[in-house]
């Protein structure tokens, strides 16, 4: 086992156990993840006013009397109204060694319903970022911006990975690991992590994307494959390489590389640039290990984009970049594959919605 890297599965096992992460109710196995550990919200949301980080010396708690104006019992289900800004305690809480950090981000089947959700901490400065030694609760901030959503306690919005030490893998190394196993198919193009571009000349039909509706019904979190993708979105159809994406709009897109995480990695969607065009690549950040990796039955994953374009209309063409996936080192190999052993709702994808819809 190396000094350095992001835990696997059994790591988290074995902090669950020792009490490094606790929760007001046990932590069921199907929340452990190859390299990550989904997050269950609790039973009350705050409706703010703002969204907000505590900062230095604050904590989240403290906050929320100055900036709550209501709340809500979650328990038999509750609407999270599409615009507004609610803050919901999570059941996990967290007693960080020295030297280990974490991350969080939204979880795939969030990202695709364009449900914006930001873990927070107490004194915290960084949305998604838990420091070195971090003793306390997580907080889920939501935002919905295309749908009402219906959540109660327990559900799974988001994701939590723990890094012990310096993680990242140099351009030199991720050339390395792409010689010794494809991390991605074509070539690799490998610049502060591995680029990827968008597909908008699929291998048959005209179909690239969807587009979400304006205006729709709400989705209740726990209803899956259950919505008519019809009544939520608009499908995105191009006979020539290229759209316009509308200000404001969300868009499903998928990249054009089939991507690859070998088993001893695990990767991070970079954070947006600006001097990509006027639109964001966002929310679902995480790829565990085996997520494509053909071992693990997941042979030409593609990456879905959650593409939300901002002040100006925006031509976007086929096979232009549009993010990058930073690679990190795992501390060892996880006891389960992403895909391979345990439940993945998105192992083999090509263009697809979240688990909430109908396949078209």
Same mark, same amino acid.
């Given at each position: 086992?190396?000094?350095?890297?992001?835990?696997?599965?059994?790591?988290?096992?074995?902090?669950?156990?020792?009490?490094?992460?606790?929760?007001?109710?046990?932590?069921? &196995?199907?929340?452990?993840?190859?390299?990550?550990?989904?997050?269950? @919200?609790?039973?009350?949301?705050?409706?703010?006013? +703002?969204?907000?980080? /505590?900062?230095?010396?604050?904590?989240?708690?403290?906050?929320?009397?100055?900036?709550?104006?209501?709340?809500?019992?979650?328990?038999?289900?509750?609407?999270?109204?599409?615009?507004?800004?609610?803050?919901?305690? @999570?059941?996990?809480?967290?007693?960080?060694?020295?030297?280990?950090?974490?991350?969080?981000?939204?979880?795939?089947?969030?990202?695709?319903?364009?449900?914006?959700?930001?873990?927070?901490?107490?004194?915290?400065?960084?949305?998604?970022?838990?420091?070195?030694?971090?003793?306390?609760?997580?907080?889920?901030?939501?935002?919905?911006?295309?749908?009402?959503?219906?959540?109660?306690?327990?559900?799974? @919005?988001?994701?939590?990975?723990?890094?012990?030490?310096?993680?990242?893998?140099?351009?030199?190394?991720?050339?390395?690991?792409?010689?010794?196993?494809?991390?991605?198919?074509?070539?690799?193009?490998?610049?502060?992590?591995?680029?990827?571009?968008?597909?908008?000349?699929?291998?048959?039909?005209?179909?690239?994307?969807?587009?979400?509706?304006?205006?729709?019904?709400?989705?209740?979190?726990?209803?899956?494959?259950?919505?008519?993708?019809?009544?939520?979105?608009?499908?995105?159809?191009?006979?020539?390489?290229?759209?316009?994406?509308? /200000?404001?709009?969300?868009?499903?897109?998928?990249?054009?590389?089939?991507?690859?995480?070998?088993?001893?990695?695990?990767?991070?969607? +970079?954070?947006?640039?600006?001097?990509?065009?006027?639109?964001?690549? &966002?929310?679902?950040?995480?790829?565990?290990?085996?997520?494509?990796?053909?071992?693990?039955?997941?042979?030409?994953?593609?990456?879905?984009?959650?593409?939300?374009? &901002?002040?100006?209309?925006?031509?976007?063409? &086929?096979?232009?970049?549009?993010?990058?996936?930073?690679?990190?080192?795992?501390?060892?190999?996880?006891?389960?594959?992403?895909? +391979?052993?345990?439940?993945?709702?998105?192992?083999?994808?090509?263009?697809?919605?979240?688990?909430?819809?109908?396949?078209?």
């Amino acid at each position: 086992m190396r000094d350095t890297g992001v835990l696997p599965n059994q790591a988290i096992e074995s902090m669950i156990a020792s009490g490094g992460i606790a929760a007001t109710a046990p932590i069921l &196995h199907a929340q452990i993840q190859p390299a990550s550990l989904d997050l269950r @919200l609790g039973e009350t949301a705050y409706r703010v006013r +703002a969204s907000f980080l /505590p900062g230095a010396g604050r904590t989240v708690a403290a906050r929320l009397e100055e900036l709550t104006m209501h709340q809500i019992a979650l328990t038999g289900g509750a609407v999270l109204e599409k615009g507004c800004v609610y803050v919901v305690p @999570l059941m996990e809480t967290l007693d960080l060694p020295t030297g280990m950090t974490a991350a969080a981000s939204a979880k795939s089947s969030t990202g695709r319903l364009d449900l914006m959700t930001r873990v927070i901490t107490d004194n915290g400065v960084e949305f998604d970022r838990v420091p070195d030694g971090y003793s306390g609760p997580l907080y889920a901030e939501i935002c919905p911006q295309s749908f009402s959503v219906v959540a109660q306690p327990g559900q799974l @919005l988001n994701q939590i990975i723990f890094r012990q030490g310096k993680t990242l893998f140099s351009d030199d190394e991720l050339r390395a690991i792409h010689d010794r196993s494809p991390i991605v198919s074509g070539e690799p193009i490998i610049s502060d992590g591995l680029g990827f571009s968008v597909d908008l000349r699929p291998e048959s039909g005209d179909l690239v994307g969807y587009r979400a509706k304006r205006h729709t019904g709400v989705v209740d979190l726990a209803k899956l494959n259950h919505y008519d993708p019809a009544e939520y979105w608009e499908e995105v159809r191009t006979d020539k390489g290229q759209i316009i994406l509308d /200000p404001g709009a969300f868009y499903i897109l998928v990249s054009r590389e089939a991507i690859c995480i070998p088993p001893d990695c695990a990767a991070e969607m +970079a954070p947006y640039l600006a001097m990509v065009g006027e639109f964001r690549v &966002h929310y679902a950040g995480f790829f565990d290990p085996g997520f494509g990796d053909a071992s693990a039955g997941g042979a030409g994953s593609r990456g879905v984009l959650e593409v939300r374009c &901002h002040e100006a209309p925006f031509v976007l063409e &086929h096979g232009q970049s549009v993010g990058r996936l930073v690679y990190e080192r795992m501390l060892e190999v996880p006891t389960e594959l992403y895909g +391979a052993s345990i439940k993945s709702n998105y192992q083999g994808q090509g263009l697809k919605l979240s688990k909430h819809f109908r396949n078209p």
